[in-house]
């Protein structure tokens, strides 16, 4: 069954930066593209980041310009580079694979106080 473990949330200040990372089993990762979904407190779960199986990237208008995500197939791992983060960035952070879905990972919660 596939798994996805989320990992490198934590608490930080306006305006700084963390780096997320979702690692990928029982999949042929390079086969499939990869979204980071994040769900703020009180609300639903939303797209944030996608990257393509070619490296294709799209963004949410609410972090365009201050994350970044990239993946290394090499290590099954898609990444989520955050900077300039907002209080408004606040949630549980979670990665899955885009079109076919998988169960979700436990997610990794990020944190910004103002």
């Known amino acids: 069954q596939v798994q996805l473990v989320e990992s490198g949330g934590g608490l930080v200040q306006a305006g700084g930066s963390l780096r997320l990372s979702c690692t990928v089993s029982e999949i042929i990762f390079s086969f499939y593209g990869m979204g980071w979904y994040r769900q703020a407190p009180g609300k639903q779960r939303e797209l944030v980041a996608s990257?393509?199986?070619?490296?294709?990237?799209s963004y949410a208008d609410s972090v365009r310009g201050r994350f970044t995500i990239s993946r290394d197939n090499d290590k099954n791992t898609v990444y989520l580079q955050m900077n300039s983060l907002k209080p408004e960035d606040t949630g549980i952070y979670y990665c899955n694979i885009l079109d076919i879905g998988a169960p979700w990972g436990q997610g990794t919660q990020v944190t910004v106080s103002s």
């Open positions: 990257i393509s199986r070619g490296g294709t990237t």
